[in-house]
């Protein structure tokens, strides 16, 4: 076993190149591109922490739905069709869904899934479109997307904790704290 | 044929055989033959990995009905439009068909709703004529001729039998959500993928 290492340096064959080029760096631009704005990781756990607090259906309707339109509005942003007011919608989605876990409100599926989806697409069209240059487009989106469910995912994660009473009013306490930087995001946006 | 059933197979016959552009290869040479070159040819091929596993997660969502179709429907056309894409390589060939082959299946996964078995194994026939016209372009590129083409068909079909069936046994309706999760990120990633190809970026 020990010599097995060894083994593998000896059958160290040439590099062969092919066509694929920026797989493993498309895919980390696009996982990392979600993370690295305060405001899109702060409503993308609201999403999970309100959808943990409307349990079923819910819970697993607006992880389903939100990529799916996000992406759609990293479709309309790639086709050059312009969004006005991108930044402040961002914004005000993190007030909004802020204040939707803060205050626990709980509207019909519907409405709730309208909501999360109005927004989704501020969120796309501003942060699926940003293919850095000889980045591999596939990697991209499959790490945008990822990423996104994955912090929707850290949001249902945290939102379990709504079963005790104290986790009630820390999950509501958070969403306070996301409706409170939404404001500040706002302000930036709008100054 | 069940309602919705019609416009689906319609679908799956233009998703089959549309959209002009050229072929990429992605060349693998694993060093023990053709055949393991034509395996490693579907694992390193994202734009051909995908569509095969939200397939195998459609089959297995559908029953083992839908899956006993697919899982055989799949390797056959895959080989079918493997060796007509290297005897005609200059021909035409789909734009963006993994954008479309992710972002029809993902939204089918994700919707979860019951499709015929025959339609499930029309999908599976369109992807396999589609993506194996690609296959059989790029293997013909590299060389590999049939034998590679077969390891690319063999290995669509040991990863669609693996999944499917593994989907096939999910009970929980928990596991299930988390399948249809799953399609939704396909889809968003076809969908992303589709504007990356119409806006010409990718």
Known sequence: ?191 | MRPGALPLAVLAAAWSGLWPAAAQAHLVNTGIGPVYDGIAHLFVSFEDLLPVVALALLSGLNGPAAGRRSIFTLPIAWLLGGLAGAQFPGAPLPVGPAALSLLILGVLVAADRRLAPNVVAALALALGRAHGWHSGVATAAAGLQTAGLMGTAAAAFGLTVLLAASVVGLTRPWTRIAVRVGGSWIAASGLLLFGWTLSGRT
């Open chain 1, 1 to 191: 076993m020990r010599a097995l290492p060894l083994l593998c340096l000896v059958a160290i064959e040439p590099a062969l190149a092919h066509e694929q080029q920026g797989q493993a760096a498309g895919f980390f631009s696009g996982l990392a591109h979600p993370v690295s704005g305060l405001d899109h990781v702060l409503a993308m756990v609201a999403v999970g922490l309100w959808g943990a607090q409307l349990g079923a259906p819910a819970i697993w309707v607006l992880p389903v739905a939100f990529p799916l339109v996000m992406a759609f509005g990293g479709f309309l942003g790639l086709l050059g069709v312009p969004l006005p007011g991108v930044e402040p919608g961002i914004a005000a989605s993190a007030i909004l869904l802020g204040a939707m876990v803060a205050t626990e409100a709980r509207p019909p599926l519907g409405r709730a899934a309208l909501l999360v989806a109005l927004f989704a697409v501020f969120h796309g069209h501003t942060h699926g479109t940003e293919l850095p240059a000889g980045h591999s487009g596939l990697f991209y989106s499959v790490g945008f997307v990822a990423a996104t469910g994955g912090l929707h995912a850290a949001g249902i994660a945290l939102g379990l904790a709504h079963r005790w009473r104290r986790g009630q009013i820390a999950i509501r306490a958070a969403g306070a704290a996301i409706g409170t930087a939404g404001v500040y995001f706002l302000w930036r946006a709008l100054t």
